[in-house]
């Protein structure tokens, strides 16, 4: 497996070539040199759409770009993550997510688990499910934190039933007690059911708020009464979440990383809040995501080209952050669960030999939902001193009023297009003009449903996996949040308090 720096590679010395020969070419000009690029960097697999013709790129540096990634054995990894290798090395764990949603191939223990899972959802959902007292439950709140919480509540949010039938669903993640608060304000004790997700069943905020659970729970019920009906942990360690006592456990492996552990059990709550069709759909869409990550060439597939034009971006253009602009508000939680996703994964500062790199790696990735952040933030995308690549990702059809739809579909196309064209009128005074020439991916999906969500987040697990290999960074190990975490343990022991 290669672990040479990348900056050793002959595509990369290529691509600062092309970079300082036409880096500033503005896209006005890439266009009416080019007019078939609009075309011709029109890409599709597994039913999603990407449009990089508005990248400060052409074909010269695709190639390039692709050559890098090919020097970097990018192939060879592919293989090692899809085979459940080892890959992060410094836990030792393979980082074998693929295998969650691998369907009839998935190993034996993870289908059992996943049925295990759609069994309770179906339960829950058909009011069979029983608390201490007797009744049917119709809350279920999420404890956990990191990826224990944003995968399911950003699904859920996703693809939930607006309004909430049935069963309502609620999320605690900070240790504030007014998180946890405000999801137990309008819930009933004997209907409330806790999914206490946490792989280390150890992460100090997600027990505080599944202790508070317990505590809110024995008040209201005769003392002495067993709650432990109203928890279901979703756990590696099963033999703690017993000694906290549960109704049930079920189990994540260690090879599940928390940010890629949507697919296992840890999406219970979102297959409570979707049902057991709809779950199994967001797992199908995001096999095909895989089936094409594997299969398509290199030149027309999509991870690897998102991938590869974050890397032009970031390297070779300078760009120190990325924006994430959902033109849907039900995808309004995708910029906080792809900051988790990007920048715990591909946050590192030292290589896989443990060299401290001397390139940039991930971004930082923020954003917001479309048209709101436009009243916001864009002014600085359009006219601030940074250049911030952009990803717009645009549901082409949906429920609703078409005419506003079609007003949400117009301002995702006109933001892109002032921020690639700009407006360069001497006329103006300096204020009003806009200088352009700012890069921005466009994503399309057709509908927002499991399938296409599945598709969309294993595109950008993939994405994520790519620059990893390129930059030689593990993007699956996480040692820089541990040092907080012992301080804050350390703080809390002292007598004299914080
Ligand atoms: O502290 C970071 C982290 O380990 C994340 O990687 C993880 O998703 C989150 O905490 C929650 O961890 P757990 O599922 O073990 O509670």
Same mark, same amino acid.
């Given at each position: 497996?290669?672990?040479?720096?990348?900056?050793?590679?002959?595509?990369?010395?290529?691509?600062?070539?092309?970079?300082?020969?036409?880096?500033?070419?503005?896209?006005?000009?890439?266009?009416?040199?080019?007019?078939?690029?609009?075309?011709?960097?029109?890409?599709?697999?597994?039913?999603?759409?990407?449009?990089?013709?508005?990248?400060?790129?052409?074909?010269?540096?695709?190639?390039?770009?692709?050559?890098?990634?090919?020097?970097?054995?990018?192939?060879?990894?592919?293989?090692?993550?899809?085979?459940?290798?080892?890959?992060?090395?410094?836990?030792?764990?393979?980082?074998?997510?693929?295998?969650?949603?691998?369907?009839?191939?998935?190993?034996?223990?993870?289908?059992?688990?996943?049925?295990?899972?759609?069994?309770?959802?179906?339960?829950?959902?058909?009011?069979?499910?029983?608390?201490?007292?007797?009744?049917?439950?119709?809350?279920?709140?999420?404890?956990?934190?990191?990826?224990?919480?944003?995968?399911?509540?950003?699904?859920?949010?996703?693809?939930?039933?607006?309004?909430?039938?049935?069963?309502?669903?609620?999320?605690?993640?900070?240790?504030?007690?007014?998180?946890?608060?405000?999801?137990?304000?309008?819930?009933?004790?004997?209907?409330?059911?806790?999914?206490?997700?946490?792989?280390?069943?150890?992460?100090?905020? $997600?027990?505080?708020? #599944?202790? %508070? @659970? *317990?505590?809110?729970?024995?008040? =209201?019920? !005769?003392?002495?009464?067993? /709650?432990? +009906?109203?928890?279901?942990?979703? $756990?590696?360690?099963? #033999?703690? %979440? @017993? *000694?906290?006592?549960?109704?049930? =456990?079920? !189990?994540?492996?260690?090879? /599940?990383? +928390?940010?890629?552990?949507?697919?296992?059990?840890?999406?219970?709550?979102? @297959?409570?809040?979707?049902?057991?069709?709809?779950?199994?759909?967001?797992?199908?869409?995001?096999?095909?995501?895989?089936?094409?990550?594997?299969?398509?060439?290199?030149?027309?597939?999509?991870?690897?080209?998102?991938?590869?034009?974050?890397?032009?971006?970031?390297?070779?253009?300078?760009?120190?952050?990325?924006?994430?602009?959902?033109?849907?508000?039900?995808?309004?939680?995708?910029?906080?669960?792809?900051?988790?996703?990007?920048?715990?994964?591909?946050?590192?500062?030292?290589?896989?030999?443990?060299?401290?790199?001397?390139?940039?790696?991930?971004?930082?990735?923020?954003?917001?939902?479309?048209?709101?952040?436009?009243?916001?933030?864009?002014?600085?995308?359009?006219?601030?001193?940074?250049?911030?690549?952009?990803?717009?990702?645009?549901?082409?059809?949906?429920?609703?009023?078409?005419?506003?739809?079609?007003?949400?579909?117009?301002?995702?196309?006109?933001?892109?297009?002032?921020?690639?064209?700009?407006?360069?009128?001497?006329?103006?005074?300096?204020?009003?003009?806009?200088?352009?020439?700012?890069?921005?991916?466009?994503?399309?999906?057709?509908?927002?449903?499991?399938?296409?969500?599945?598709?969309?987040?294993?595109?950008?697990?993939?994405?994520?996996?790519?620059?990893?290999?390129?930059?030689?960074?593990?993007?699956?190990?996480?040692?820089?949040?541990?040092?907080?975490?012992?301080?804050?343990?350390?703080?809390?022991?002292?007598?004299?308090?914080?």
């Amino acid at each position: 497996m290669n672990t040479a720096p990348p900056t050793s590679c002959a595509g990369w010395s290529q691509l600062e070539t092309l970079a300082r020969a036409g880096a500033d070419t503005h896209l006005r000009d890439r266009f009416a040199r080019d007019p078939a690029r609009g075309e011709r960097l029109r890409f599709e697999g597994a039913g999603v759409r990407l449009d990089l013709s508005l990248q400060r790129l052409d074909d010269a540096v695709l190639a390039a770009l692709q050559r890098l990634a090919s020097e970097r054995g990018l192939e060879a990894w592919r293989e090692a993550l899809f085979a459940g290798e080892r890959i992060n090395s410094t836990e030792n764990r393979a980082a074998w997510h693929t295998a969650l949603r691998a369907g009839a191939r998935a190993p034996a223990e993870v289908g059992a688990t996943i049925d295990r899972a759609c069994a309770i959802a179906t339960g829950l959902r058909a009011g069979t499910w029983r608390g201490a007292s007797g009744q049917p439950i119709d809350r279920i709140i999420n404890l956990g934190t990191g990826g224990s919480d944003l995968g399911p509540r950003l699904a859920c949010h996703a693809l939930g039933p607006v309004p909430s039938q049935g069963l309502g669903i609620r999320f605690a993640s900070n240790v504030d007690p007014e998180d946890l608060g405000r999801a137990l304000a309008d819930s009933v004790p004997a209907r409330t059911l806790f999914v206490i997700a946490s792989k280390t069943f150890s992460t100090q905020e $997600t027990m505080a708020n #599944a202790r %508070a @659970a *317990r505590r809110w729970l024995e008040e =209201a019920h !005769p003392a002495g009464t067993d /709650v432990s +009906g109203h928890f279901i942990a979703v $756990t590696e360690n099963i #033999a703690s %979440a @017993a *000694r906290f006592g549960v109704a049930d =456990a079920l !189990p994540v492996w260690d090879w /599940v990383g +928390g940010r890629y552990s949507v697919w296992s059990a840890v999406g219970l709550t979102l @297959a409570c809040a979707i049902g057991e069709t709809g779950f199994r759909e967001f797992l199908a869409g995001a096999r095909e995501m895989d089936e094409h990550f594997l299969r398509a060439a290199p030149e027309r597939n999509l991870p690897i080209l998102l991938a590869l034009t974050g890397i032009w971006n970031t390297n070779f253009l300078g760009c120190a952050t990325h924006a994430v602009l959902p033109y849907s508000n039900r995808l309004g939680l995708l910029p906080a669960y792809l900051q988790q996703l990007e920048m715990e994964s591909n946050g590192k500062r030292v290589d896989r030999a443990g060299r401290e790199v001397g390139y940039a790696t991930a971004p930082v990735v923020w954003g917001a939902e479309g048209t709101v952040g436009q009243h916001s933030f864009h002014q600085l995308l359009h006219q601030g001193t940074q250049i911030v690549p952009a990803d717009f990702i645009v549901v082409r059809e949906g429920p609703g009023d078409p005419e506003m739809r079609r007003i949400l579909a117009a301002h995702a196309s006109a933001q892109a297009r002032a921020l690639a064209f700009g407006l360069d009128d001497a006329a103006l005074p300096a204020w009003r003009r806009h200088p352009g020439n700012r890069p921005s991916n466009r994503l399309e999906l057709d509908v927002l449903d499991a399938r296409n969500l599945g598709r969309l987040l294993a595109l950008y697990e993939h994405k994520v996996f790519v620059q990893g290999v390129i930059w030689n960074v593990n993007s699956f190990d996480q040692w820089g949040v541990e040092l907080g975490k012992s301080l804050a343990a350390g703080i809390l022991s002292r007598p004299q308090g914080i």
